[in-house]
């Protein structure tokens, strides 16, 4: 019997270290309500896998920006 994918729209952004101009933080916003954080380093991603993580981590992560997180 076949298997159902379930697919689930992401947005995805890159943003700017505002310490270090090398490093890019790549953040997915999927269609359920949830964010995951990955870490690009020169143009490298820094972990096999996305984190989960929360809307209220990343405005502290980017507390000092005014652009929206996505």
Known sequence: MKQ???T?????AKRP??????KVWLI??????????NQEIAGRRCYPAYQ???LARLQELFA???????
């Open 8 to 12: 689930n729209t992401v947005a995805a």
């Open 17 to 22: 270290d505002g310490w270090n101009p090398r």
């Open 4 to 6: 159902k994918r379930r």
């Open 28 to 37: 997915k916003h999927y269609a359920d309500g949830h964010y995951s954080l």
């Open 64 to 70: 000092g920006e005014e652009r929206r997180i996505l």
């Open 52 to 54: 989960r993580t929360s």
